[in-house]
């Protein structure tokens, strides 16, 4: 019988998929979710689907994978991710069927899907001088794979991103029967590219330190250089790859790269503030929604908005950050809810390269009232999301035109309208917000009026 062991950390969106996934396949009598003290629902929603749920007494993949063999009851285990859903149908199968035929005692999955860049960076250059042997496993980070319980308590887990690699090289090193299965086709967020440097100097010393303890024939510092050295090497091939890579920043306006909100300012200066708050009490629904609050500023000309938005404060060090994010190689812009007259004056005064918004409508410097929301917000069959209007679709939109991939991308917000944004990118950065779901998605949270944490974030 089989134990499916699935490590989590606020997943609360695919863990009772895989769970329920899990306990469908045959010869599956447990699934074990070891929860890395998650914050969001993931504990309730695995127990709800009857999967035993541990938590993890130290955070780490690697101690989770470690708790979760000790609770485990059958002898054959299977590890899956938590971010993957859809897995293939028969990935599980696929995994322990080589097991429970007795042709080997450990299976480690490849996928459809192009190796990742620490894998073609780092793991398969330095396994080609330590561990030769070990390179006919296209994919050797790869965490679905089945192993014995028995195989596995031999093993020490190493508590950070070298673990997957660790375990193979354990698995190689202690003669294990072992191979590689194509499960299918897998689709999860890739990791950011700021994760590139940490994962590779952690990849790269699992498998030194492993190379080192170890009677390697392959071996021979004197031969190949420094620990250091090779080290070195390693970080200055993902160092000059990041340099390579196209990337792009993207600032909500309104109480980010702005010190408050322009409708808002707007009620004041021009006395419509009860009507601004009898629409937003009374509509929901996010397009009527913007029309009606467009129909606030009719007759107002466009200089006296351009004014109001002069007198708003900026983020002291703005400028000086989107500076050096484009000196960087970062394309920098805005995507905003907001009106486009006024998000491309922000733009144009921080030398940005753009900004997306919604379209007010003037004639001769007037505003009529109207509103167009331009198509690059509505939902749409590339959307990542089901929301009728949502900025990730502005966000797609731009980085199609840029060519350039979601995960080498950070967002930065404060509101709710931030929230697919901020969870979709490789980085989402929750700005001074007050909401505690918007700092519940992001990656990283910034509590000052200010933007110089950006610069160890944007490397």
């Given at each position: 019988?089989?134990?499916?062991?699935?490590?989590?950390?606020?997943?609360?969106?695919?863990?009772?998929?895989?769970?329920?996934?899990?306990?469908?396949?045959?010869?599956?009598?447990?699934?074990?979710?070891?929860d890395?003290?998650?914050?969001?629902?993931?504990?309730?929603?695995?127990?709800?689907?009857?999967?035993?749920?541990?938590?993890?007494?130290?955070?780490?993949?690697?101690?989770?994978?470690?708790?979760?063999?000790?609770?485990?009851?059958?002898?054959?285990?299977?590890?899956?991710?938590?971010?993957?859903?859809p897995?293939?149908?028969?990935?599980?199968k696929?995994?322990?069927?080589?097991?429970?035929?007795?042709?080997?005692?450990?299976?480690?999955?490849?996928?459809?899907?192009?190796?990742?860049?620490?894998?073609?960076?780092v793991?398969?250059?330095?396994?080609?001088?330590?561990?030769?042997?070990?390179?006919?496993?296209?994919?050797?980070?790869?965490?679905?794979?089945?192993?014995k319980?028995?195989?596995?308590?031999?093993?020490?887990?190493?508590?950070?991103?070298?673990?997957?690699?660790g375990?193979?090289?354990?698995?190689?090193?202690?003669?294990?029967?072992?191979?590689?299965?194509?499960?299918?086709?897998?689709?999860?967020?890739?990791?950011?590219?700021?994760?590139?440097?940490?994962?590779?100097?952690?990849?790269?010393?699992?498998?030194?330190?492993?190379?080192?303890?170890?009677?390697n024939?392959?071996?021979?510092?004197?031969?190949?250089?420094?620990?250091?050295?090779?080290?070195?090497?390693?970080?200055?091939?993902?160092?000059?790859?990041?340099?390579?890579l196209?990337?792009?920043?993207?600032?909500?306006?309104?109480?980010t790269?702005?010190?408050?909100?322009?409708?808002?300012?707007?009620?004041?200066e021009?006395?419509?503030?009860?009507?601004?708050?009898?629409?937003?009490?009374?509509?929901?629904?996010?397009?009527?929604?913007?029309?009606?609050?467009?129909?606030?500023?009719?007759?107002?000309?466009?200089?006296?908005?351009?004014?109001?938005?002069?007198?708003?404060?900026?983020?002291?060090?703005?400028?000086?950050?989107?500076?050096?994010?484009?000196?960087?190689?970062?394309?920098?812009g805005?995507?905003?809810?907001?009106?486009?007259?006024?998000?491309?004056?922000i733009?144009?005064?921080?030398?940005?390269?753009?900004?997306?918004?919604?379209?007010?409508?003037?004639?001769?410097?007037?505003?009529?009232?109207?509103?167009?929301?331009?198509?690059?917000?509505?939902?749409?069959?590339?959307?990542?999301?089901?929301?009728?209007?949502?900025?990730?679709?502005?966000?797609?939109?731009?980085?199609?035109?840029?060519?350039?991939?979601?995960?080498?991308?950070?967002?930065?917000?404060?509101?709710?309208?931030?929230?697919?944004?901020?969870?979709?990118?490789?980085?989402?950065?929750?700005?001074?917000?007050?909401?505690?779901?918007?700092?519940?998605?992001?990656?990283?949270?910034?509590?000052?009026?200010?933007?110089?944490?950006?610069?160890?974030?944007?490397?």
């Open positions: 019988m089989i134990t499916v062991i699935i490590p989590t950390l606020n997943e609360e969106e695919h863990i009772a998929n895989i769970v329920n996934f899990a306990k469908g396949q045959p010869h599956v009598t447990e699934v074990i979710v070891v890395d003290k998650s914050l969001d629902k993931t504990v309730s929603i695995a127990l709800q689907c009857g999967a035993k749920v541990i938590t993890s007494t130290k955070i780490g993949k690697g101690a989770s994978m470690k708790e979760g063999i000790l609770c485990a009851s059958n002898e054959i285990i299977v590890f899956l991710d938590g971010d993957i859903d897995y293939p149908y028969f990935t599980i696929l995994l322990t069927t080589p097991i429970l035929n007795g042709e080997v005692e450990f299976v480690k999955s490849a996928f459809n899907r192009n190796a990742g860049r620490v894998t073609g960076l793991a398969k250059p330095l396994l080609s001088i330590f561990f030769p042997e070990l390179l006919r496993f296209s994919q050797p980070l790869s965490g679905m794979i089945a192993g319980k028995s195989l596995f308590n031999q093993l020490d887990f190493r508590e950070d991103y070298g673990v997957d690699i375990i193979l090289i354990d698995m190689y090193l202690m003669n294990v029967r072992m191979k590689e299965v194509e499960i299918g086709y897998i689709e999860n967020k890739s990791k950011p590219w700021q994760a590139l440097g940490k994962m590779s100097k952690e990849v790269a010393q699992a498998i030194i330190v492993k190379a080192s303890s170890s009677k024939p392959h071996f021979n510092f004197e031969e190949l250089g420094v620990l250091n050295e090779i080290r070195s090497q390693m970080e200055f091939a993902v160092e000059n790859h990041l340099a390579e196209e990337k792009l920043v993207v600032f909500d306006m309104d109480n790269l702005l010190k408050g909100r322009f409708i808002d300012v707007c009620a004041n021009f006395g419509f503030k009860n009507k601004l708050l009898d629409i937003r009490s009374s509509e929901t629904e996010p397009i009527i929604l913007t029309k009606r609050v467009a129909t606030l500023l009719k007759g107002k000309t466009i200089s006296e908005l351009i004014a109001i938005a002069e007198e708003m404060p900026i983020v002291e060090d703005t400028s000086e950050i989107v500076s050096e994010l484009k000196n960087r190689g970062y394309i920098v805005i995507i905003s809810d907001s009106y486009d007259c006024i998000t491309n004056h733009k144009n005064k921080l030398g940005m390269d753009f900004s997306l918004s919604n379209e007010l409508e003037f004639s001769k410097g007037i505003c009529t009232g109207e509103v167009k929301i331009p198509s690059f917000l509505f939902n749409n069959p590339a959307s990542l999301c089901k929301h009728s209007l949502c900025k990730t679709n502005a966000l797609l939109s731009i980085l199609n035109k840029y060519n350039i991939k979601i995960e080498n991308c950070i967002t930065i917000g404060d509101s709710i309208n931030d929230i697919c944004m901020i969870k979709e990118a490789g980085l989402g950065i929750s700005f001074c917000s007050k909401d505690e779901l918007v700092n519940h998605h992001a990656d990283y949270v910034i509590t000052n009026s200010s933007f110089k944490e950006l610069w160890n974030l944007a490397k």
